[in-house]
């Protein structure tokens, strides 16, 4: 590697920043650009939920104090980029200046999907991906008596749990019969439905939106439902996932699809451009219960790790892992190790389904015809990711897992040892030889009881 | 429940101003009998003469009644140090018994109606505040709108706060005579549990007690489904209120020593003084025990508690600093710097604590044993040094009124001798540590945001790596505050806890060699 090498990463994201840090750690001489109009300094966006609810401020949501990027030699560039040419390696920026590159690693993540609803352009209607966007719904959800949010998902929850603490009635339209019914199975997503409406969230399933009614001013003043009712609001939230943002890319020689079209090296068809995190999309999945664009936070940092290896010269592709994702619904934390899709052919899947009493806590296993683990999803308690990477790669037996699953629980001390109950479901549900766990005296003595 | 809660507002603002216009009460009359009963044999002839002009004067207010105490006292005083004879000059200070016996004030008269008119009305509007927060919503981490709060956020009601509590602190500590009413106030509460009239400490301790106890509630309020949070509040509640507060006081009623059972050296810096280690060997039986049993919590208790369970079994679940920090000021815990600099100069001052409290004790038993020959009374002049610069203005002023300033640890964090000590088994042979959940973090900033002792939890966290640190006083905040579940205190091996490699998991691309 030539010492003066230049590699510009554009957008500081997971993905990106990663890359960053992972190709410094690697490559010593190399130098190293990261743009961004979004902010100055990488933060993490799953966290701006929390800066809009008064847990923390912006600062505290920057990994990084402000001197470590200057003492890892990583260049910050504060300014959006407006086109590449990439014939000349040459990057133009929205202030008119310019700036070459070596290598460029495109790591623009997303942007809110609009469907071309009428109205989507109102004033106080939005999405909520960026900075800028968090901003804006401050902003846009001053004096507003009531806000509708529309598409069923991650962001739309979260976006339901910020208004919820400005006070403001929250109606939430579902397309699905579920909320996020896509991917959380039946019982799971009524679990999640439930403790919405117990937030007095008004959760209506099976209803789209039809169209956004305008106020004189153009800014909205209440929406129309494809069953004809009207809901007077002063905000809508679109959070029907989100799209590739890569519109500055399109009608260049650079390859794209939904997004940019990478290998498993995320390399795209012109040499030394690469794409990842958000914004990438595989020629195919990376494995059969993965998709062609990742917009999770983890498969961005992998992205990223990855990359960073391949920048400083290294011969790796891209070869995720078993599959986890984790999320929180309100009060009620998620975390999913392996495959649990939405449905399941029962022909070759068992599933085994354990709910505690109250409804906020659940556990479900996937087993194939053997009994072997395909993957969990857990709700309102934690479980081990190690514990589970392990059973997963090694296809243990589904009741060798459930008898060490007291190993596997990642709860804090003193809490309910709901594993035990779990435990004896399974047991009577599949017999077997699971031993059951006993409580153990501290658990006694502070009458855990599940 | 609003109504409720904004009652409670009102009636903890009337107790609070209530108590706060007190000192204003009363007028202070001096007589010679009164000069002759509160003073040491060796004084009273001379002090009933310096005071001599004041005598029949009544005072309407303390502020007179004190200037004209240190005008004539000081005269005398300053004649004496300006011709040197120096064994002649008076160094005790009599200012606060005089005043006190002094006072005719209606707080004297009824101490009760005023106890209930100004602690009592605090301690119940509090209560009526805590206890019905968070009431129709379902359990779960109730952190919203902290930093969008005045209070919380180093607003102008925090700053207020803090003021007021830095006030409240000097007085307390230098200018005790200025609150003579409110020791009057808890005179009958003192000589129910100890047969003893009140003093100034334990004025603070009815007070630090109650307010762990209500703020204690808020706890329970706040981090309702938390069991580990919940039992961690009842232990600090439990261990104040009867270590701390109940039992000492009983010890005197007894005819023991005051003893805090769990207050360990070198926090209890005085432990090895002189005149405590007279009190324990003049005591018999019970004084015997309370020397050996100290000695056993510095040299055994602490190493083998910590290395089974960390630093938290004494600072966040005992101790009563811990337990003020975790109750009182568990409202300004994501106020800590957790920058690195921060980091820096908290390792270089918390040790230097350290070794001033050893040098310090090291020097007064060698001096003890010595018969006082080695130093003589010089000692006393390191004792008054430590207690006036780490007992009063770092442990007290700094430590508690800097707790809407600069969160609620400053004093563990960057000055307790003993949190160092702790922190040292802790760094180097413990079980516990905090581990991560393998490739879950989101880098949110949640866990560092909230952690009271400014540890930057993510930094580890986002690595996969546990966390060890000599700092960690295991509140367990990190943990319940966690979107993802990522963070857990344990109790482990010792073995591999320390890993400088990390551990992400779920990425088969690259191998990162452990």
């Known amino acids: ?450 | 429940m609003k109504i409720i809660q904004s009652i409670g507002v009102g009636l903890f603002l009337i107790g609070l101003a209530i108590f706060t216009v007190m000192p204003f009460l009363g007028n202070y009359t001096l007589s010679e009998e009164l000069v002759l009963a509160n003073t040491k044999d060796i004084h009273q002839e001379k002090m009933a003469e310096i005071l001599k002009p004041m005598y029949g004067e009544t005072y309407a207010s303390n502020f007179s009644f004190i200037s004209a105490f240190n005008e004539n006292f000081s005269a005398y005083n300053d004649a004496l140090k300006e011709e040197s004879k120096w064994d002649e000059v008076i160094w005790d200070d009599y200012s606060f018994p005089l005043t006190q016996s002094s006072l005719s004030s209606p707080v004297r008269d009824n101490p009760w109606l005023f106890f209930g008119l100004s602690i009592g009305l605090a301690v119940l509007g509090g209560l009526m505040y805590n206890l019905p927060k968070h009431q129709d919503e379902p359990a779960g981490v109730k952190n919203n709108g902290i930093f969008h709060s005045s209070m919380k956020n180093r607003g102008w009601m925090g700053m207020i706060t803090g003021a007021y509590l830095i006030l409240f602190y000097i007085i307390l500590y230098w200018f005790p005579a200025y609150i003579v009413n409110q020791v009057w106030m808890v005179t009958p509460l003192s000589m129910i549990l100890s047969g003893n009239p009140a003093s100034q400490w334990f004025l603070y301790g009815t007070i630090y007690t109650l307010a762990i106890i209500v703020m204690g509630v808020r706890m329970f309020r706040k981090y309702r489904g938390n069991k580990y949070q919940q039992l961690r509040t009842a232990s600090v509640m439990f261990f104040q209120t009867a270590f701390a507060f109940l039992i000492p006081e009983i010890l005197v009623l007894l005819n023991q020593p005051y003893f805090d059972f769990k207050n360990i050296w070198p926090l209890d810096y005085d432990f090895f003084y002189d005149y405590q280690i007279e009190t324990f060997l003049s005591s018999g039986g019970v004084g015997m025990f309370m020397l050996i049993w100290g000695i056993l919590l510095i040299v055994i208790g602490v190493p083998t508690f910590t290395y089974f369970f960390g630093k938290r079994w004494y600072c966040s679940w005992v101790c009563g600093c811990g337990g003020l920090a975790e109750t009182v000021g568990d409202p300004y815990r994501q106020l800590s710097d957790k920058s690195l600099k921060a980091w820096k100069y908290e390792r270089v001052i918390v040790h230097s604590v350290l070794v001033l409290a050893v040098v310090m004790t090291a020097l007064t038993i060698a001096n003890y044993f010595s018969g006082f020959a080695l130093l003589e009374n010089a000692t006393n002049q390191l004792h008054s040094f430590y207690g006036f610069a780490i007992g009063s203005v770092f442990a007290g002023v700094v430590g508690t009124g800097f707790y809407p300033f600069m969160g609620n640890r400053v004093w563990c964090r960057f000055g307790c001798p003993l949190a160092a000590y702790l922190g040292l088994v802790q760094r180097f042979k413990s079980r516990f540590r905090i581990t991560t959940n393998g490739g879950q973090c989101i880098s949110c900033g949640n866990c560092s945001t909230h952690c009271e002792m400014g540890i930057d939890v993510r930094w580890y966290a986002q690595r996969g790596q546990e966390i060890v640190r000599a700092s960690c006083v295991g509140c367990g905040v990190c943990s319940s505050v966690c979107p993802r579940g990522v963070l857990k205190l344990e109790n482990g091996s010792t073995e591999n806890r320390i890993n400088e490699m990390p551990i992400i998991i779920g990425n088969d691309s690259i191998k990162i060699n452990a």
């Open chain 1, 1 to 450: 590697m030539s010492s003066n090498r230049h590699v510009v990463i554009i957008g500081n994201g997971i993905a990106g920043i990663t890359c960053a840090r992972q190709l410094r750690k690697l490559d010593d001489s190399v130098r190293i650009t990261v743009i961004s109009g979004e902010s100055k300094y990488f933060f993490s966006r799953t966290a701006l939920m929390y800066v809009f609810m008064g847990h923390m401020k912006f600062e505290h949501t920057q990994p990084y104090e402000n001197w470590f990027w200057e003492k890892n030699r990583i260049e910050l560039k504060e300014d959006w980029v407006k086109k590449v040419d990439f014939s000349v390696k040459n990057l133009l920026f929205q202030s008119g200046e310019y700036m070459s590159y070596d290598d460029l690693v495109i790591a623009t993540g997303s942007k809110p999907n609009k469907f071309g609803w009428p109205g989507e352009d109102l004033q106080g209607v939005q999405g909520l991906y960026s900075k800028q966007d968090l901003e804006l719904m401050e902003e846009n959800t001053r004096d507003v008596q009531r806000a509708v949010i529309v598409g069923g998902g991650l962001i739309g929850i979260e976006m339901a749990e910020m208004l919820a603490y400005k006070k403001i009635p929250v109606t939430f339209l579902v397309r699905e019969a579920g909320f996020w019914s896509n991917i959380l199975p039946k019982e799971e997503s009524e679990l999640v439905g439930r403790h919405m409406r117990e937030h007095h969230i008004d959760l209506r399933l099976n209803e789209e939106l039809e169209e956004i009614i305008s106020d004189p001013n153009a800014r909205v003043k209440a929406i129309r439902t494809k069953s004809g009712e009207e809901i007077q609001c002063q905000f809508v939230g679109l959070t029907a996932g989100v799209t590739p943002n890569i519109d500055f890319l399109r009608n260049t020689e650079l390859e794209v699809n939904r997004g940019v079209k990478v290998d498993f090296g995320f390399q795209t068809n012109i040499p030394n451009v690469y794409a990842i995190g958000d914004c990438a999309e595989f020629h195919e999945a990376p494995a059969s219960d993965r998709k062609q664009v990742e917009q999770v936070w983890y498969t961005g940092r992998m992205h990223g790790e990855t990359l960073g290896y391949i920048l400083s010269g290294k011969k790796v592709t891209y070869k995720p892992g078993v599959w986890f994702n984790s999320a929180k619904f309100l009060d009620i934390e998620y975390q999913t190790y392996g495959t649990v899709p939405a449905k399941w052919d029962t022909e070759n899947v068992k599933s085994f389904y354990w709910e505690h009493s109250g409804g906020e806590v659940a556990f479900r296993m996937l087993m194939d015809l053997e009994g072997k683990i395909l993957g969990v999803n857990n709700f309102g308690f934690r479980l081990r990711h190690e514990f589970f990477d392990q059973a997963i790669k090694e296809k243990w037996d589904g009741s060798k897992v459930i008898s060490k699953l007291d190993k596997a629980n990642f709860d804090p001390e003193f809490f309910a040892p709901y594993y035990i109950e779990i435990q004896k479901a399974f047991k009577s549900q599949f017999g077997g030889d699971i031993k059951v766990s006993k409580k153990t005296f501290i658990q006694k003595l502070f009458g855990a009881s599940v």
